[in-house]
C-alpha cells in the first residue's frame, strides 16, 4: 500500500512503472512515518499534509495527529503537533531496528524532531522547556491504544535525551507504554540539538551497536 494517498493527477495517465517506483522509493526511505515526515513541513495547513497518509493509519489527538506501524524488526512512529489554526508547530519521528539474527544482530533507535516556537506562541522558550511540554502533551493517556503507543515511541527518546542532559528530571512520570519503550532503548546514545536562523529547534537522539 503507498503511504502517499493523494492523488496524482489523472490515473489513466500513470504508468504501472511510475506507480511500482514511488512504492519503492516510499517504502525503501523508511516507510509511512519516515515518508510523513519528511513531506510536512512545519507552518503547514490541512491543505498541506491531508492525504500525505493513508486515513486509516492516522489518529488525531489533542495536540496534533499521529501514526505508528511495525513491520518486520523495524517500529515507527510520527507525532505532529498543530498550532489552533490547525498549522504545523512540531514534528516528531521516532523509528526502532531491532534483528536478533545469526550471525549478526543489529539494534538501533533514532528520535529526530523539528519544533517552532514561534508558531507555536512560546519564543520565550529552550529546548528544555519544549522537551518537558511535549512530553506533558505525549503522556495524556487516550482511549485508543494506537495513540499512545506512537506517543510511547517518541516519548522513549525525549526522556533518553533528557537524561543525558546533565541527569536533569523530564518533570513527567512515563506512561507504562513508554516505560516498556524505554526498555528497548540503552540511553548511552548522542544527542543533536540546533537552532537554525529561523529559530527552529532540530533536536535529534542517535542510539546504535
Keep these: 500500500m503507498p503511504c502517499r494517498t493523494g492523488k496524482l493527477g489523472n490515473p489513466h495517465v500513470c504508468s504501472r512503472g511510475l506507480i ?4 519503492l522509493l516510499v517504502f525503501a526511505s523508511g516507510g509511512c512515518a519516515g ?3 519528511r513531506s510536512i513541513k512545519l507552518g503547514h495547513g490541512p491543505r498541506d499534509y491531508d492525504g500525505v497518509l493513508p486515513q486509516d493509519q492516522v489518529r488525531v489527538t489533542e495536540s496534533g495527529f499521529c501514526h505508528v506501524g511495525t513491520a518486520k524488526d523495524r517500529t515507527e512512529a510520527l507525532a505532529v503537533q498543530l498550532t489552533d489554526d490547525r498549522r504545523v508547530a512540531g514534528k516528531w519521528s521516532a523509528t526502532l531496528v531491532d534483528r536478533q539474527r545469526w550471525p549478526r544482530s543489529e539494534h538501533s533507535y533514532h528520535l ?38 506512537a506517543h510511547a515511541w517518541i516519548a522513549a527518546g525525549m526522556f533518553r535525551i533528557v537524561e543525558r542532559w546533565h541527569g536533569l528530571s523530564a518533570g513527567v512520570e512515563p506512561t507504562s507504554e513508554a516505560t516498556e519503550c524505554l526498555a528497548h532503548t540503552v540511553g548511552d546514545g548522542v544527542v543533536r540539538i540546533t537552532i537554525d536562523p529561523a529559530g527552529v529547534y532540530h533536536i535529534e537522539y542517535l542510539e546504535e551497536d
Excluded at 128 to 138: A, C, G
Design 20 to 23: 511500482l517506483a514511488l512504492l
Design 35 to 37: 515518508w510523513g515526515y
Design 112 to 149: 529526530v524532531g523539528e519544533f517552532s516556537p514561534t508558531l507555536a506562541g512560546l519564543d520565550q522558550v529552550g529546548p528544555l522547556d519544549v522537551l518537558r511540554d511535549t512530553l506533558e502533551q505525549l503522556g495524556r493517556l487516550n482511549a485508543d491504544p494506537f495513540v499512545n503507543q
